[in-house]
C-alpha cells in the first residue's frame, strides 16, 4: 500500500533562512507523482511543486525546490529565503498510477507545521 | 487549469441535522473527490465521484451517512447527514488535472462546526 511519512509535526525558522521539510513514501510502483501543498490558516490548499517518478531532474518553482532521492524515496521539500508569509502546514501527497481512470486522488502525509519568524 | 468553487464556504449546524456541501468546476471533468480534514489533521479522501455511476467510498465512510451526488460533468454535492460534533472538519473537494496535466486542483473547503 501506498504511504507518506512526514515525521517533523513542527518546524522553526527565522526570516531569510532556508528550511528543509522531509517526505518519504512508499510505493510498489514505478509510476507516481509527488506533490507539495501548503495550507494556510485560511484552509484552502496551494499547489507548489510537482515531481514525477521519472523526472531525471530535481523540480524547482521559485523559492521552492524539491529534493527527488529515488532510490531513498525522498521527496523534500526546500524553501530558500523563507518569508513570515511562509508560515503555514505543509503536506507532502502521492498521486498513484492513473492506469485506465481518468482521474487519481491524492494520499497525503500527516504534514509539518512551519513558522517563519522575523 | 481547473477553478473550483464550493458551497457553503462555513457553516455552523446542530447535532442531527445534515448540510449539503455543493462542488463546482469550470470544465469538464470525469472523476471528483471529496476530502475530510479533521482539526489538526490530514487530508482523507472520503470518495470518488464519477459521473454516471455511483460515488466510491473509502474504507471507514459510508453512503448513508456522506451521500453524494454526481449529476453531470462539473458539479458534484456531499451531505454530511445526522451530524455530530466528530463531523466538524474542513471538507474539500477536487479534481485531477488529467491527461498529460499532472496538477490536482482544489477547491477553496467547507468550514464545517457542529455543535
Known amino acids: 500500500a501506498q504511504k507518506i511519512t512526514q515525521t517533523q509535526p513542527g518546524m522553526f525558522v527565522q526570516e531569510k533562512e532556508a528550511v528543509t521539510l522531509d517526505c518519504t513514501y512508499d510505493?510498489?510502483?514505478?509510476?507516481?507523482?509527488l506533490f507539495w501543498y501548503k495550507q494556510p490558516s485560511s484552509g484552502e490548499m496551494i499547489f507548489l511543486i510537482y515531481q514525477g517518478s521519472y523526472d531525471e531532474q530535481n523540480a524547482t518553482e521559485g523559492r521552492y525546490s524539491l529534493n527527488f532521492q529515488k532510490a531513498r524515496k525522498s521527496a523534500n521539500l526546500v524553501i530558500s529565503a523563507s518569508q513570515l508569509g511562509d508560515s503555514a502546514m505543509y503536506f507532502c501527497a502521492m498521486r498513484p498510477p492513473r492506469g485506465n481512470q481518468a482521474g487519481t486522488a491524492l494520499i497525503f502525509g500527516k504534514g509539518t507545521t512551519l513558522s517563519v519568524s522575523s | 487549469s481547473a477553478v473550483i468553487s464550493q458551497k457553503p464556504s462555513r457553516d455552523i449546524c446542530q447535532r442531527g441535522t445534515s448540510l449539503t456541501i455543493q462542488c463546482q468546476v469550470d470544465s469538464q471533468v470525469t472523476m471528483m473527490f471529496w476530502y475530510r480534514q479533521q482539526p489538526g489533521q490530514s487530508l482523507t479522501l472520503i470518495a470518488t465521484?464519477?459521473?454516471?455511476?455511483?460515488?466510491?467510498?473509502e474504507s471507514g465512510f459510508v453512503i448513508d451517512k456522506f451521500p453524494i451526488s454526481r449529476p453531470n460533468l462539473t458539479f458534484s454535492t456531499l451531505t454530511v447527514s445526522n451530524m455530530s460534533p466528530e463531523d466538524s472538519s474542513i471538507y474539500l473537494c477536487?479534481?485531477?488535472?488529467?491527461?498529460?496535466?499532472?496538477?490536482?486542483?482544489f477547491g477553496p473547503g467547507t468550514r464545517l462546526t457542529v455543535t
Open positions: 465521484a464519477n459521473q454516471g455511476s455511483e460515488a466510491t467510498y
Open positions: 510505493t510498489s510502483d514505478q509510476s507516481y507523482g
Open positions: 477536487s479534481v485531477d488535472g488529467g491527461g498529460d496535466v499532472y496538477e490536482q486542483y
